[in-house]
């Protein structure tokens, strides 16, 4: 049976270091010790004035297209996850597409929010195993969030980055390799709680009462503490009833990097140690869709996962939108 293998890994961030005093000048305030103790991101990246959330998608495409030994020519389907597009219309993936020269390839975006990138990598994975037209598919997160940061705002000023991360998928006949399992879930009562909403068709930048936040990102109210370990933990135990292995057996877990503290309680509750989560919110901030293949691109880099280990990725974000996958490397 054709499956979807992970052949190439890349991540891209900004030249562009931000750490946490610059927010003790820019608010006044002693956010350092808060932002160490509390969810141990120390510093981050923003993209430059003239950078784009295209411009960090192609640096990590071409890093995971020369791991995986593709040419971009070769590719046969790009999807961009984000929710900080290069325009509303057209996708970013068909920018990412023309300066890469893939000139065969389909395009598309995905937008579940921070969930955009396993959602990505569940649908790359299941062109590849539905339809013999797909060998090489290229899966990009992409995020550029500071570009719609309110910089008063300390809630989301101080933990919004931007960055990039790509993986690409090929097929392979390979017995015990590659995609395993997915699922995804979404709770849409907390569509209003969090996020950018001026600039769509309920609020067009015509509006007359639109203000200058409404197209800014905005935590509207405060998501209960136990709703991402909850549901995190329950995906994984979902994932390995399907796969027939249980979670103190996976090898590595990839999730979404907002709070050191909500993955290390979901490891808890799964009875594993918080080793096998590898997280590099610490010097990178919060990324967003990018967040889960650039710990991956780390991981990959470090030596800390290799061919043969068996993963999780799991990624939630705003709408509620969540994802998982399972994926034996």
């Not at 002693?30 to 990246?45: G, H, Q």
């Not at 975006?109 to 590849?128: E, H, M, P, Q, W």
């Not at 006949?173 to 600039?199: C, D, K, P, Q, T």
């Not at 710990?295 to 068996?310: I, N, Q, S």
Request: aromatic letters at 8%; hydrophobic letters at 40%; charged letters at 20%.
């Amino acid at each position: 049976m054709r499956n979807a293998i992970i052949s190439g890994t890349g991540a891209y961030a900004p030249e562009r270091v931000i750490d946490n005093a610059y927010f003790n000048d820019l608010l006044g305030q002693d956010v350092d010790t808060w932002l160490r103790e509390n969810v141990e991101i120390f510093e981050r990246r923003w993209a430059a004035a003239d950078e784009s959330t295209a411009d960090l998608c192609i640096a990590a495409a071409h890093q995971a297209l020369e791991k995986a030994g593709v040419a971009a020519a070769d590719l046969d389907l790009i999807i961009v996850a984000t929710d900080t597009p290069e325009f509303i219309s057209p996708s970013t993936a068909s920018v990412v597409q023309d300066r890469l020269g893939a000139t065969r390839a389909g395009t598309f975006d995905v937008n579940s929010a921070c969930a955009g990138f396993v959602t990505a990598l569940d649908i790359g994975s299941k062109y590849i195993r539905g339809d013999e037209r797909y060998d090489r598919v290229l899966v990009i997160g992409g995020y550029a969030m500071s570009k719609y940061l309110n910089m008063q705002d300390k809630k989301t000023v101080t933990l919004f980055a931007d960055g990039a991360g790509a993986v690409v998928l090929e097929s392979s006949r390979e017995a015990g390799r590659g995609f395993l399992a997915s699922e995804l879930r979404s709770r849409g009562e907390y569509h209003g709680w969090m996020g950018i909403y001026g600039g769509g068709t309920r609020r067009p930048v015509s509006c007359e009462a639109i203000t200058q936040h409404d197209h800014q990102l905005q935590f509207v109210r405060r998501f209960p503490t136990e709703l991402n370990p909850e549901t995190w933990s329950d995906m994984a135990r979902q994932l390995s009833e399907r796969i027939g292995t249980p979670p103190a057996q996976v090898d590595h877990y990839f999730i979404t990097q907002i709070n050191v503290n909500a993955i290390r309680d979901t490891l808890h509750r799964l009875g594993v140690d918080a080793g096998r989560a590898h997280t590099i919110m610490h010097q990178y901030g919060y990324t967003g869709s990018a967040c889960i293949p650039m710990a991956l691109h780390d991981a990959v880099e470090k030596g800390k996962v290799g061919r043969g280990d068996l993963v999780y990725f799991i990624g939630s974000g705003g709408g509620l939108a969540f994802a998982s996958a399972a994926f034996r490397l």
